[in-house]
């Protein structure tokens, strides 16, 4: 059951995985080989994508003849600088600590998993609205 939460994370993380990046970041980042290959997967035709690519390092302010051709992942895992290692690590670890401690599950069944029943006033500040209802006679079950 609490397998189900996961459902939507690994929906979520194909989609990102297979989502190309945005051509504009890649060429202020210098990664004009890349952006080119993005552009030509989303343009109609080459000649569209080269004008884009022209249209964006004009704005960008890099000369015409300007290539380079390094890759995300390969900066991200196999060689990453610092600030980006310690990125990643408190990104993976918030990550997995939310995982591990459950805590979806606590909120999820909080107001229906309590020990008590009772009918004080104190115990009703923490129930919902129909398990105070219920507690108190007007339910049926």
């Known amino acids: 059951m ?5 459902v939507p994370a690994v929906f979520l ?9 945005s051509p504009r970041w890649l060429v ?3 990664r004009l080989g890349e952006a080119k290959a993005v552009l030509a997967k989303t343009s109609d ?15 960008a302010g890099i000369p ?27 990104a993976l670890g918030l990550q997995f600590f939310q995982q591990a401690s459950g805590i979806d599950s606590v909120v999820l069944y909080s107001g229906s998993a309590r020990p008590w029943r009772s009918d004080s006033p104190r115990h009703r500040l923490y129930s919902s609205p129909r398990s105070s209802w219920t507690a108190s006679g007007g339910g049926c079950c």
């Open 2 to 6: 609490f397998g189900v939460g996961a």
């Open 13 to 21: 993380a194909l989609g990102v995985l297979a989502m190309p990046e």
């Open 64 to 90: 015409e003849g300007c290539t380079d051709e390094e890759g995300v992942w390969k900066e991200l895992l196999i060689t990453p600088t610092p600030p980006v290692r310690r990125t990643l690590l408190a």
């Open 45 to 59: 035709t080459p000649a569209e994508a080269e004008l884009r690519l022209s249209e964006i390092k004009e704005a």
């Open 28 to 30: 202020m980042q210098g």
